[in-house]
């Protein structure tokens, strides 16, 4: 008699769920602490808001009017106070309970190394490797039967192969970022090239997109076209608030670093958190209206999951990202070096593709475009939407994946 499947458990994110529920609890439960600076005169307002606020005290009197003079605006700020923690702790309990659960299976694997593997996806066209970030699983590319770049592009003449990091094992958390792109990236390369049998493009996404780079400078005469996804470059780019935010984490983490060999996930997680620290209270508050049978409620859970489910860096891998990258600004000075060579992006000849998303709030335009910029016989593509959605949103498909799937055939090897 067989046993009957174990109960699907409730999901453990967003990570890390203390801090996300202390932002959201912090802001929402603070705002009648607000209330006794609403009055007009008691701040310098900005000229541009004087206006509004004008208004919004006429509002409040009025309210006060219609109770009497006895709160009534305070009760209404209460009550969507309360109305607003309500929406976030549905949102939040409805995506840990949804029935959800990513059942793709994988396409075959024709080569392993340590927790790594190589992933063919098929078809009949031009072979193309895909470099995911070290950071996040390699299955953003591949999300749902709905929302998968990878089988997308199998039938539209590409043969896409790609590359799973996978959880870094005792023998990744001794790797530096040499050891990944000299060493087991370009053994997945060799395992593609004897599949193939001719040279391949290479496309990156995210840091993935940097791990190529450094790869096609380094196997010029197997790699015939390059294609760069949001892939970040001058870590000064935008208003430099990332970067020295991660600098900073990275000397608070040193400890950890040390004692532990690689930086946790939820220590990752908590970083990226600061780019944007109410997101999960406005998705989560947004995903509680939903119908929970959805499609998109389904895109929604499916989005989260891969969100939660990253990796940690090896020790010094981080210290290369954060404290090099983000730090020093080692790959626009000219100081990011793999196996003791620079990685210069002018020495690049092969056609080169960036697609950069204009709203991207992760990597800010204008660290990719310092890339695009250097690379000689660079197009130019800005999509207009964000980091992640310019490859699962209901747009990626005609701003990215179609222009990805012409540039890709049309710069193949004849």
């Known amino acids: 008699m067989s046993l009957p499947p174990p109960p699907m458990l409730p999901r453990q994110g967003p990570r890390p769920l203390p801090?996300?529920?202390?932002?959201?609890?912090?802001?929402?439960?603070?705002?009648?602490?607000?209330?006794?600076?609403?009055?007009?005169?008691?701040?310098?307002?900005?000229?541009?808001?004087?206006?509004?606020?004008?208004?919004?005290?006429?509002?409040?009197?009025?309210?006060?009017?219609?109770?009497g003079g006895q709160g009534g605006f305070a009760h209404a700020v209460d009550r969507e106070m309360r109305r607003r923690l309500g929406l976030f702790f549905t949102g939040l309990e409805r995506y840990r309970q949804h029935p959800y659960r990513r059942t793709l299976e994988d396409p075959p694997t024709v080569w392993t190394e340590g927790g790594s593997r190589l992933l063919d996806y098929g078809g009949p066209g031009r072979p193309v490797l895909f470099v995911p970030s070290l950071v996040n699983r390699a299955y953003i590319l591949d999300l749902s039967a709905e929302r998968s770049l990878l089988r997308w592009l199998s039938g539209q003449g590409i043969r896409p192969f790609l590359v799973d990091w996978?959880?870094?094992?005792?023998?990744?958390?001794?790797?530096?970022?040499?050891?990944?792109?000299?060493?087991?990236?370009?053994?997945?390369?060799?395992?593609?090239?004897?599949?193939?049998?001719?040279?391949?493009?290479?496309?990156?996404?995210?840091?993935?997109?940097?791990?190529?780079?450094?790869?096609?400078?380094?196997?010029?005469?197997?790699?015939?076209?390059l294609g760069l996804l949001a892939t970040p470059w001058d870590f000064s780019g935008g208003d430099g608030s990332t970067a020295r935010a991660a600098s900073a984490f990275i000397t608070l983490s040193a400890p950890m670093l040390e004692a532990w060999g690689e930086l946790p996930l939820?220590?990752?997680?908590?970083?990226?958190?600061?780019?944007?620290?109410?997101?999960?209270?406005?998705?989560?508050?947004?995903?509680?209206?939903?119908?929970?049978?959805?499609?998109?409620?389904?895109?929604?859970?499916?989005?989260?999951?891969?969100?939660?489910?990253?990796?940690?860096?090896?020790?010094?891998?981080?210290?290369?990202?954060?404290?090099?990258?983000?730090?020093?600004?080692?790959?626009?000075?000219?100081?990011?070096?793999v196996a003791g060579l620079p990685v210069n992006p002018t020495r690049l000849r092969m056609p080169t593709l960036a697609l950069i998303p204009a709203n991207d709030r992760i990597v800010p335009p204008a660290s990719a475009l310092a890339l695009a910029q250097a690379i000689p016989n660079t197009e130019?593509?800005?999509?207009?939407?964000?980091?992640?959605?310019?490859?699962?949103?209901?747009?990626?498909?005609?701003?990215?994946?179609?222009?990805?799937?012409?540039?890709?055939?049309?710069?193949?090897?004849?």
Not at 187 to 206: E, F, I, K, S, T
Not at 290 to 312: I, Y
Not at 385 to 399: C, E, T
């Open 266 to 337: 939820d220590v990752l997680q908590a970083m990226f958190t600061q780019i944007d620290p109410l997101s999960a209270l406005r998705k989560f508050s947004q995903f509680g209206r939903l119908e929970a049978t959805s499609r998109q409620a389904a895109h929604f859970v499916a989005l989260e999951d891969w969100l939660n489910d990253g990796v940690p860096l090896p020790a010094a891998v981080a210290r290369d990202c954060l404290a090099g990258w983000y730090g020093r600004n080692d790959p626009a000075t000219g100081n990011w070096l």
């Open 166 to 225: 996978g959880t870094p094992g005792a023998l990744e958390r001794r790797y530096t970022l040499t050891d990944y792109i000299a060493g087991r990236l370009e053994r997945a390369l060799d395992a593609m090239l004897a599949v193939a049998g001719r040279p391949v493009a290479v496309v990156g996404y995210c840091m993935g997109g940097m791990l190529a780079a450094a790869l096609a400078l380094r196997r010029g005469r197997d790699i015939d076209a």
């Open 19 to 67: 801090l996300h529920l202390a932002i959201s609890l912090t802001v929402l439960l603070s705002s009648p602490g607000g209330l006794p600076f609403l009055n007009g005169a008691s701040l310098p307002w900005k000229p541009a808001l004087r206006g509004r606020v004008s208004e919004l005290a006429g509002q409040i009197a009025a309210a006060e009017r219609s109770h």
């Open 380 to 414: 130019t593509i800005l999509p207009p939407l964000g980091h992640i959605g310019m490859v699962v949103s209901a747009g990626a498909r005609a701003a990215v994946w179609q222009p990805l799937a012409d540039w890709l055939r049309a710069t193949g090897t004849p």
